[in-house]
């Protein structure tokens, strides 16, 4: 096991965003998160026999952005979301459209 | 020439895009985006970043793209969210649908014995293992109770035709019963066809029953498979198979495929036996995980990875052999692209989530154990019954479907919300199978990333998207086959 | 190509006509009635007593004296018994509303739109045209039974609201067999009320043709030149389809259109799948098309991958797809069967290359007003006719 620490600053990564990540990349890798004032520090663990470490944890750093990209389209969406559902829900069916 | 405006008099007048609810995933320097309801569109890596950081033009080819696949809107259009809710109520329609498939286990018994089944019994007791009237009458009940309005009734086995007396008298009455409730009912037998004979053939005729049998490939490796006395199987499938296509005909006959572990390398021979018999389509199924998993809790990326190989040499071949005008279709492709290409849900077991189990199909055991389904039943018989519902002596119709064992998995597993699955991009082409991650993991969700189901699943969603994208010919091979 | 209005040669009348819309009668089909019926006198210069008016030919015989005689331009010659015209009070404007010999009648309603397409074929005029609605329920009540195609088209019909909705009325009880064809651009359906009411005509006959330009609002509107256009005819599309309307999806294709046809068509099989048909129609050359072509001429075969593209995904989806006005040599021949040769009783007129051709009775080809812009693709197929030609069908 080799260890590496990463940190992603608070006011632009939460650490769900992170902690989704490494769900994510648990086939991969372990991590171990703790939250500070400014950052979400990130201990990552590595099985010694991977092969390009750098790139295992440059993939990760990426998927935290893409997490946190996810999490913007989570909140600005939800509504629209809710909408919808609650839209295709309420009414009868119209695009039974074989008849 | 003055009269005429300018496209730029047409542009969003604010140009205040909104996100619409949206899922993306990489590929290959590309980023798929998906939109709430599964369509689909590729994008460049500079394309997807104006999107993702708000900087989006008034107007662009890449603006209209996103507009027409419902990905973004403009301020507060109203018609993105109108459709997108005739969608979506269009794809949940089958929830409504209901058990439509009801698998009655008419006997335990078989004079195979293949290594990986795990449910059949070498014995002529019949007492045993053999499905009784009563109980059959029981599921019959069951079966008219849904509300569905497609019944089909499967007979499967061990081998069904060792209890033929039975079949005979389910499906007559069945038929008496349907008199009155005016069902689209149809029949299927799921037979190994080694005892096929002139009775069973005059029934299925009189019946309109159809044959569901078992072909695994070429002859020594369907007989490797499934050995019986004589050594023989595959002579007799595939004599049955040409049989039941001249006597009761063409369309009259299907045949599924176990794959085990030395099909792997064979698929284009395995696609031709089906093609020299006459059948145009086929079901390139996984390795069945259920044997070696559950008694290893193992993780079972090994046998995906050397899987999907077998899986896509399989599709390309027969994507060429629809090229060069032998039809054929692979019909987990096909579910696949209806739910990606369409707004329809085949509704596929293992395919849909809430997941498929006691919705898309229930299974009577021979005792009147029910099932939510056959995973579910052969798990019981390796020892653990957790996926039992209930006796059909025992338990009313409502304690059946309603019962903890149907719902929990059900609510456990919704994909929508699982881990990973709710930021997947593959999420709506998805299901949940719970039986599967239960039998692997021990728990209904699983654990996605390390998910033998996840891995191969998404690997067939990119393939497609991949081979669909790629080429027109494909693309309008992909869209027969999601029309199916 | 057939005219269709003409000015008459000469029309000595005593007093104003006082009546607007006349069935043609001939020898061959007067019988004891007179009313609103005009009498065509033919070459024996025979003219029964009592009509009202009488039509003679340019260079025909002419009626007896004493009468309302309207002496036809050649252009009009051509018409004969059970043809229906409306003439204007002092006789000298002549209107051809119905060609017994045509299949392709369409009774213009009105000139009034509230778009204006990029290559509209009747360019929009403003000036008040009910009396074209008012000749319109008379030409219903003249037309035979067992009329088995009418069509309709503005301008934009549906500008009348209940007008055109007595006047669908009408034509569904006066003629319940014909198939009725109304060309609109939607947007009005999109109010409910007005759906409702055009669902409350319960005419199984009857179907609307909805053009639609683009999978999104801004290509729409920019072709129909009408914000907002498009958030107006999906809804209303939407609603029709809600009341369980025939609805037909047209899409002329150009250059604006033509390479978004893919996308419009995967909309359509998405969003739309419960349209009746998608009709594709080849840009005529005609009205507004001629100021615009630089913004709107395409080669047919500069489309060709997208026009395959998208009709393949039609017809998968099962919607019937028809590609109109459309050279067979600019096409692929994947996409003959989807071809429909407009019927037409006028001569086309050929090009050079189509006189060879063995497939120019089959072809849509070439409607007159193509020669404003005429492809240089065009090439005649050597060669047996390999095909039906698919009928007509509204
Ligand atoms: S199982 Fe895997 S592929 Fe399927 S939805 Fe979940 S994360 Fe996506
Ligand atoms: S040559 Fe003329 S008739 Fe022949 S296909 Fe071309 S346009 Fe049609």
Redesign the interface.
């Given at each position: 096991m080799s260890e590496h620490r990463l940190s992603f600053a608070s006011s632009a990564h939460s650490v769900d965003a992170v902690q989704r990540a490494a769900y994510r990349f648990s086939d991969r890798l372990s991590c171990d998160i703790s939250e500070r004032p400014d950052a979400v520090e990130v201990i990552v663990h590595l099985a010694d026999d991977t092969s390009e470490p750098e790139a295992v944890l440059a993939d990760f750093r990426n998927e935290v952005l893409d997490q946190v990209l996810r999490e913007r389209i989570r909140a600005e969406t939800g509504d629209v979301r809710n909408l919808v559902l609650a839209l295709a829900f309420s009414r009868t069916g119209l695009i039974d459209a074989d008849g | 020439?003055a009269?005429?405006?300018?496209?730029l008099?047409?542009?969003?007048p604010s140009a205040e895009w909104?996100?619409?609810?949206?899922?993306?995933e990489?590929i290959n320097g590309k980023v798929l985006v998906t939109n709430?309801v599964g369509?689909h569109l590729f994008l460049s890596a500079e394309d997807f970043d104006q999107l993702?950081r708000n900087e989006l033009p008034t107007?662009s080819p890449l603006?209209?793209?996103l507009?027409?696949k419902h990905v973004i809107r403009?301020g507060a259009?109203?018609?993105p969210?109108?459709?997108?809710?005739?969608?979506?109520?269009?794809r949940?329609?089958r929830l409504a649908e209901f058990t439509s498939l009801h698998i009655f286990v008419a006997s335990l018994r078989c004079e195979h014995s293949c290594p990986y089944c795990q449910v059949s019994r070498q014995s002529s007791d019949k007492g045993a293992f053999d499905m009784t009237w009563e109980t059959a009458a029981l599921g019959l009940e069951s079966a008219f109770r849904s509300p569905s309005q497609n019944i089909k009734i499967e007979f499967q086995g061990g081998e069904p035709l060792l209890n033929f007396e039975l079949i005979e008298e389910v499906v007559a009455a069945a038929e008496v019963r349907n008199a009155s409730e005016g069902k689209n009912l149809g029949f299927v037998i799921a037979t190994n066809l080694a005892l096929l004979d002139d009775r069973v053939i005059d029934f299925c005729r009189a019946h309109d029953v159809y044959i569901s049998t078992s072909l695994d490939g070429p002859a020594d490796l369907h007989n490797k498979n499934r050995p019986r006395p004589g050594k023989n199987s595959w002579e007799l499938a595939t004599a049955g198979i040409q049989r039941v296509r001249e006597e009761l005909g063409v369309d009259r006959v299907s045949a599924l495929m176990t794959t085990t572990r030395s099909s792997l390398g064979r698929v284009r021979e395995i696609i031709d036996t089906y093609v020299e018999l006459g059948l145009t389509s086929m079901f390139l199924r996984t390795l069945s995980p259920y044997g070696f998993a559950i008694k290893t809790k193992s993780f079972d990326?090994y046998d995906v990875d050397h899987w999907l190989p077998f899986y896509e040499e399989g599709l390309d071949y027969i994507i060429e052999l629809n090229a060069r005008g032998v039809p054929m279709v692979e019909q987990y492709a096909a579910l696949i692209l209806k739910k990606m290409l369409?707004?329809d849900d085949p509704g596929y077991v293992d395919l849909t989530s809430p997941s498929g189990i006691g919705i898309g199909a229930i299974v009577y055991n021979y005792d009147g154990d029910v099932y939510a389904s056959d995973e579910g039943r052969m798990l019981a018989e390796m020892g653990d019954k957790k996926f039992r519902l209930g006796n059909l002596h025992q338990d009313s119709y409502e304690e059946i479907m309603l019962s903890d064992a149907l719902l929990a998995p059900l609510e456990e597993s919704f994909a929508p919300s699982a881990?990973?699955c709710q930021?997947c991009a593959f999420e709506t082409y998805c299901g949940s199978d719970p039986t599967y991650h239960y039998a692997t993991t021990g728990d209904f969700v699983g654990?996605k990333?390390?998910s033998g189901f996840c891995r191969r699943n998404m690997a067939i969603f990119k393939l497609l998207l991949d081979r669909y994208e790629g080429d027109?010919g494909t693309?309008?091979l992909f869209?027969?086959w999601?029309?199916h | 190509m057939i005219a269709l209005r003409g000015k008459a040669l000469s029309a000595p009348l005593e007093e104003p006509l006082g009546h607007t819309v006349w069935k043609i009668v001939d020898v061959a089909t007067a019988n004891s009635q007179r009313g609103s019926r005009a009498f065509v006198v033919g070459e024996d210069g025979e003219a029964p007593e009592g009509f009202d008016l009488y039509l003679t030919r340019s260079c025909g015989p002419s009626a007896g004296k004493g009468e309302a005689v309207l002496r036809l331009p050649p252009e009009l010659d051509y018409l004969s018994g059970d043809d229906v015209i409306s003439v204007s009070d002092d006789g000298q404007r002549v209107r051809v509303l119905w060609r017994h010999e045509s299949r392709q009648n369409s009774v213009l309603l009105t000139e009034r739109c509230n778009h204006y397409c990029l290559m509209c074929s009747q360019p929009p005029k403003t000036a008040n045209d009910d009396r074209l609605l008012a000749e319109a329920f008379e030409l219903m009540r003249l037309l035979p039974r067992g009329t088995s195609e009418i069509g309709f088209t503005g301008g934009e019909p549906t500008l009348y609201g209940q007008g055109v909705i007595d006047l669908l009325r009408l034509c569904r009880n006066l003629h319940p067999e014909a198939q009725v064809h109304v060309l609109s651009n939607g947007t009005r359906f999109a109010d409910p009320e007005f759906a409702a009411a055009w669902a409350g005509i319960d005419n199984p006959n009857m179907m609307v043709g909805i053009p639609i330009y683009g999978a999104e609002p801004a290509r729409h509107d920019y072709v129909v030149q009408a914000e907002g256009a498009f958030n107006q005819t999906i809804p209303g599309i939407l609603n029709l389809a809600q009341l369980r309307q025939r609805i037909e999806i047209r899409v002329v294709l150009h250059k604006l259109t033509a390479p978004a046809l893919p996308e419009i068509a995967e909309f359509i099989a998405r969003n739309l799948p419960f349209v009746y048909q998608v009709a594709l129609m080849g840009l005529e050359m005609i009205g507004l098309a001629r100021a615009n072509i630089p913004e709107l001429w395409i080669d047919p075969t500069d489309y060709a991958d997208e026009l395959v593209e998208a009709v393949t995904l039609l017809d998968r989806n099962r919607i019937h797809t028809m590609i109109y006005n459309h050279q067979l040599c600019l096409i692929p021949r994947s996409m003959w069967p989807y071809t429909v040769r407009s019927i037409s009783d006028w001569k086309n007129e050929y090009h050079p290359e189509c006189v060879e051709c063995s497939v120019k009775d089959e072809c849509g080809g070439f409607f007159f007003s193509a020669k404003y812009k005429v492809s240089e693709k065009i090439k005649a197929i050597p060669g047996e006719a390999p095909r039906e030609p698919a009928l007509l069908e509204l």
């Amino acid at each position: 096991m080799s260890e590496h620490r990463l940190s992603f600053a608070s006011s632009a990564h939460s650490v769900d965003a992170v902690q989704r990540a490494a769900y994510r990349f648990s086939d991969r890798l372990s991590c171990d998160i703790s939250e500070r004032p400014d950052a979400v520090e990130v201990i990552v663990h590595l099985a010694d026999d991977t092969s390009e470490p750098e790139a295992v944890l440059a993939d990760f750093r990426n998927e935290v952005l893409d997490q946190v990209l996810r999490e913007r389209i989570r909140a600005e969406t939800g509504d629209v979301r809710n909408l919808v559902l609650a839209l295709a829900f309420s009414r009868t069916g119209l695009i039974d459209a074989d008849g | 020439m003055a009269k005429f405006r300018g496209p730029l008099a047409f542009q969003a007048p604010s140009a205040e895009w909104q996100l619409l609810p949206f899922r993306f995933e990489r590929i290959n320097g590309k980023v798929l985006v998906t939109n709430l309801v599964g369509e689909h569109l590729f994008l460049s890596a500079e394309d997807f970043d104006q999107l993702a950081r708000n900087e989006l033009p008034t107007d662009s080819p890449l603006v209209r793209r996103l507009r027409a696949k419902h990905v973004i809107r403009e301020g507060a259009d109203e018609l993105p969210v109108e459709l997108l809710a005739i969608k979506s109520r269009t794809r949940y329609r089958r929830l409504a649908e209901f058990t439509s498939l009801h698998i009655f286990v008419a006997s335990l018994r078989c004079e195979h014995s293949c290594p990986y089944c795990q449910v059949s019994r070498q014995s002529s007791d019949k007492g045993a293992f053999d499905m009784t009237w009563e109980t059959a009458a029981l599921g019959l009940e069951s079966a008219f109770r849904s509300p569905s309005q497609n019944i089909k009734i499967e007979f499967q086995g061990g081998e069904p035709l060792l209890n033929f007396e039975l079949i005979e008298e389910v499906v007559a009455a069945a038929e008496v019963r349907n008199a009155s409730e005016g069902k689209n009912l149809g029949f299927v037998i799921a037979t190994n066809l080694a005892l096929l004979d002139d009775r069973v053939i005059d029934f299925c005729r009189a019946h309109d029953v159809y044959i569901s049998t078992s072909l695994d490939g070429p002859a020594d490796l369907h007989n490797k498979n499934r050995p019986r006395p004589g050594k023989n199987s595959w002579e007799l499938a595939t004599a049955g198979i040409q049989r039941v296509r001249e006597e009761l005909g063409v369309d009259r006959v299907s045949a599924l495929m176990t794959t085990t572990r030395s099909s792997l390398g064979r698929v284009r021979e395995i696609i031709d036996t089906y093609v020299e018999l006459g059948l145009t389509s086929m079901f390139l199924r996984t390795l069945s995980p259920y044997g070696f998993a559950i008694k290893t809790k193992s993780f079972d990326a090994y046998d995906v990875d050397h899987w999907l190989p077998f899986y896509e040499e399989g599709l390309d071949y027969i994507i060429e052999l629809n090229a060069r005008g032998v039809p054929m279709v692979e019909q987990y492709a096909a579910l696949i692209l209806k739910k990606m290409l369409t707004n329809d849900d085949p509704g596929y077991v293992d395919l849909t989530s809430p997941s498929g189990i006691g919705i898309g199909a229930i299974v009577y055991n021979y005792d009147g154990d029910v099932y939510a389904s056959d995973e579910g039943r052969m798990l019981a018989e390796m020892g653990d019954k957790k996926f039992r519902l209930g006796n059909l002596h025992q338990d009313s119709y409502e304690e059946i479907m309603l019962s903890d064992a149907l719902l929990a998995p059900l609510e456990e597993s919704f994909a929508p919300s699982a881990p990973m699955c709710q930021d997947c991009a593959f999420e709506t082409y998805c299901g949940s199978d719970p039986t599967y991650h239960y039998a692997t993991t021990g728990d209904f969700v699983g654990r996605k990333p390390t998910s033998g189901f996840c891995r191969r699943n998404m690997a067939i969603f990119k393939l497609l998207l991949d081979r669909y994208e790629g080429d027109a010919g494909t693309r309008a091979l992909f869209q027969t086959w999601a029309g199916h | 190509m057939i005219a269709l209005r003409g000015k008459a040669l000469s029309a000595p009348l005593e007093e104003p006509l006082g009546h607007t819309v006349w069935k043609i009668v001939d020898v061959a089909t007067a019988n004891s009635q007179r009313g609103s019926r005009a009498f065509v006198v033919g070459e024996d210069g025979e003219a029964p007593e009592g009509f009202d008016l009488y039509l003679t030919r340019s260079c025909g015989p002419s009626a007896g004296k004493g009468e309302a005689v309207l002496r036809l331009p050649p252009e009009l010659d051509y018409l004969s018994g059970d043809d229906v015209i409306s003439v204007s009070d002092d006789g000298q404007r002549v209107r051809v509303l119905w060609r017994h010999e045509s299949r392709q009648n369409s009774v213009l309603l009105t000139e009034r739109c509230n778009h204006y397409c990029l290559m509209c074929s009747q360019p929009p005029k403003t000036a008040n045209d009910d009396r074209l609605l008012a000749e319109a329920f008379e030409l219903m009540r003249l037309l035979p039974r067992g009329t088995s195609e009418i069509g309709f088209t503005g301008g934009e019909p549906t500008l009348y609201g209940q007008g055109v909705i007595d006047l669908l009325r009408l034509c569904r009880n006066l003629h319940p067999e014909a198939q009725v064809h109304v060309l609109s651009n939607g947007t009005r359906f999109a109010d409910p009320e007005f759906a409702a009411a055009w669902a409350g005509i319960d005419n199984p006959n009857m179907m609307v043709g909805i053009p639609i330009y683009g999978a999104e609002p801004a290509r729409h509107d920019y072709v129909v030149q009408a914000e907002g256009a498009f958030n107006q005819t999906i809804p209303g599309i939407l609603n029709l389809a809600q009341l369980r309307q025939r609805i037909e999806i047209r899409v002329v294709l150009h250059k604006l259109t033509a390479p978004a046809l893919p996308e419009i068509a995967e909309f359509i099989a998405r969003n739309l799948p419960f349209v009746y048909q998608v009709a594709l129609m080849g840009l005529e050359m005609i009205g507004l098309a001629r100021a615009n072509i630089p913004e709107l001429w395409i080669d047919p075969t500069d489309y060709a991958d997208e026009l395959v593209e998208a009709v393949t995904l039609l017809d998968r989806n099962r919607i019937h797809t028809m590609i109109y006005n459309h050279q067979l040599c600019l096409i692929p021949r994947s996409m003959w069967p989807y071809t429909v040769r407009s019927i037409s009783d006028w001569k086309n007129e050929y090009h050079p290359e189509c006189v060879e051709c063995s497939v120019k009775d089959e072809c849509g080809g070439f409607f007159f007003s193509a020669k404003y812009k005429v492809s240089e693709k065009i090439k005649a197929i050597p060669g047996e006719a390999p095909r039906e030609p698919a009928l007509l069908e509204l």
